[in-house]
């Protein structure tokens, strides 16, 4: 069974950080690309980055852009480091895998994980 599971979300202040881990297991992703998106109450699903099988490409949503990172070890790990969080940045965050065209189309992922809650108290 395929299996993502992300961990390290949690409840912190204005201007700190976090750092969400995901671990795949079942199967090896080395070929695909890892991805990270985030769904806050009453909005739809939205990309907040990826990275490639190589970890040479790499995107990122104009709105975390300078203050999250993503980084993988190419076969089962991707972790998204987040530092001077905003509320806006409240969230339920999934990792999710695929042979993906365009990073930012959540579509184009074929596995996703349950989700982890990040809050971030203004």
């Known amino acids: 069974q395929v299996q993502l599971v992300e961990s390290g979300g949690g409840l912190v202040q204005a201007g700190g950080s976090l750092r969400l881990s995901c671990a795949a297991s079942?199967?090896?992703?080395?070929?695909?690309?890892l991805g990270w998106f985030r769904q806050a109450p009453g909005k739809e699903r939205e990309f907040v980055a990826a990275?490639?099988?190589?970890?040479?490409?790499i995107d990122y949503s104009d709105s975390v852009k300078g203050r999250f990172t993503i980084s993988r070890d190419n076969a089962k790990n991707v972790t998204l480091q987040m530092n001077s969080l905003k509320a806006e940045d409240t969230a339920v965050y999934y990792c999710?895998?695929?042979?993906?065209?365009?990073?930012?189309?959540?579509?184009?992922?074929?596995?996703w994980g349950q989700g982890t809650q990040v809050t971030v108290s203004s």
């Open positions: 990275i490639n099988w190589s970890g040479d490409s």
């Open positions: 999710a895998a695929g042979r993906v065209a365009q990073f930012s189309i959540s579509l184009g992922y074929e596995y």
């Open positions: 079942g199967r090896t992703f080395r070929w695909y690309t």
